[in-house]
C-alpha cells in the first residue's frame, strides 16, 4: 500500500497536529492551500507549505536555517541539523516510480516539469506556468508526492534527467551524473573533525549538475558558490536544494560569520569550460 512508504506510525499524534497546523499558518500568505488543482494557476508557492511542515516534522533544516537568517548570523547556531541519506532501496525506487510517473504524461518534458516545481516552490519571480495545460498541471497535482521526496532524500532529480537524455531529450547531451552514494563519500573523506570550522567555510562546486555533491555537502557547508554549462542541471539543483539543503536554496546577503576567502573544492575545474558556464552564488 502507498501508505505503507509513509511509515506514520514513527510520528506523534501531537507531531502530526504540528505538522498540520504549521502548514496551515504558512498557508496564510497565499490566501490558502489549493481546493482543486485549477488553484495552483494562482497559487505561487502553493508547495512551500508542505515543503516547511514535512520537513519540520523528518529534518528541521528549514527552521533551523529561519532562526539563523532571523538572528543574521551563524554564530552560536549549533549543530547543522544533518539528513540521513536514505539506503531504502523500495523507498527510493518508489518515489522514483513517483517522479517517472510525473514525466510519462504525452505532454510532459523535463522543462515543464522543472517550470512546474519552480512555481510551486516560488523558487524566482520569472518563471509561469501558462505554458503548462490545465490536464498536464492536474497530472503533475495528482501525481507529485513531497512527502515522498524527503522522507526517502537521494539525489532523484540527477536520475530524472538522466534518464530524459537517454530518451532523446538533447539540451543535457554528454550529462552524467556523480553517483550520489560516491558523492557522500567524497565529501566525507573531505570533512574534518572541527564541524564548526566548516560551518565557516564556502564550498564550491565547479560542475555542479544537478546538486549531487552540495547535497552532501549541506550535512556541513552552509555556504556554496556553484556553476554549470547545462541550464536544465541548475534549475533541477536549485530545486533540489529547497528540497533539502535551504541555506543552498535561499541565502541572503547579510548573513554574518562565515569565511570570507575560505572556499574548500570537493573537486577541481575543468579545463577550458570557464567561458560558457552558468553561474549562481548562494
Known amino acids: 500500500m502507498k501508505s505503507d512508504y509513509y511509515q506514520i506510525e514513527r510520528f506523534s499524534i501531537e507531531d502530526l497536529i504540528h505538522m498540520q497546523q504549521v502548514i496551515l499558518e504558512y498557508a496564510k500568505a497565499i490566501n490558502g492551500l489549493p481546493r482543486h488543482h ?4 494562482s497559487k505561487r508557492g502553493w508547495m512551500l507549505p508542505f515543503l516547511f511542515g514535512y520537513d519540520g516534522l523528518l529534518w528541521g533544516r528549514w527552521n533551523y536555517w529561519f532562526d539563523i537568517i532571523e538572528k543574521g548570523t551563524i554564530e552560536g547556531s549549533g549543530p547543522i541539523p544533518k539528513i540521513k541519506w536514505s539506503q531504502d532501496y523500495r523507498g527510493i525506487e518508489h518515489t522514483r516510480k513517483m517522479i517517472r510517473k510525473c514525466l510519462d504524461h504525452y505532454d510532459s518534458t523535463i522543462d515543464k516539469f522543472a517550470d512546474w516545481l519552480t512555481w510551486a516552490l516560488a523558487i524566482d519571480k520569472e518563471t509561469t ?13 495528482r501525481h507529485f508526492d513531497l512527502f515522498l ?12 534527467l538522466s534518464e530524459e537524455t537517454g530518451k532523446g531529450y538533447k539540451e543535457a547531451l554528454g550529462y552524467f551524473p556523480t553517483p550520489f ?3 557522500v563519500a567524497m565529501v566525507e573523506m573531505l570533512k574534518s573533525d572541527d564541524e564548526e570550522t566548516m560551518k565557516r567555510q564556502t564550498i564550491g562546486e565547479p560542475s555542479v549538475g544537478c546538486g549531487s ?10 555556504r556554496c558558490f556553484a556553476q ?6 541548475i534549475r533541477l539543483c536549485r530545486i533540489q536544494m ?3 539543503a535551504p541555506w543552498f536554496a535561499y541565502h541572503p546577503d547579510t548573513i554574518q560569520g562565515f569565511d570570507q576567502d575560505n572556499i574548500v573544492s570537493i573537486r577541481p575545474v575543468h ?3 570557464e567561458e560558457s558556464q552558468l553561474v549562481f552564488v548562494l
Open 38 to 41: 485549477s488553484e495552483v494557476f
Open 271 to 273: 579545463q577550458g569550460k
Open 242 to 244: 529547497y528540497w533539502y
Open 213 to 222: 555533491i552540495l547535497l552532501a555537502a549541506s550535512n556541513y557547508f552552509l
Open 129 to 141: 506556468i501558462d505554458h503548462i495545460s490545465p490536464e498536464l498541471n492536474e497530472h503533475y497535482y
Open 181 to 183: 552514494n560516491l558523492s
Open 149 to 160: 521526496v524527503l522522507n526517502y532524500p537521494t539525489d532523484y532529480l540527477s536520475y530524472a
Open 228 to 233: 554549470d554549462i547545462s541550464r536544465i542541471a
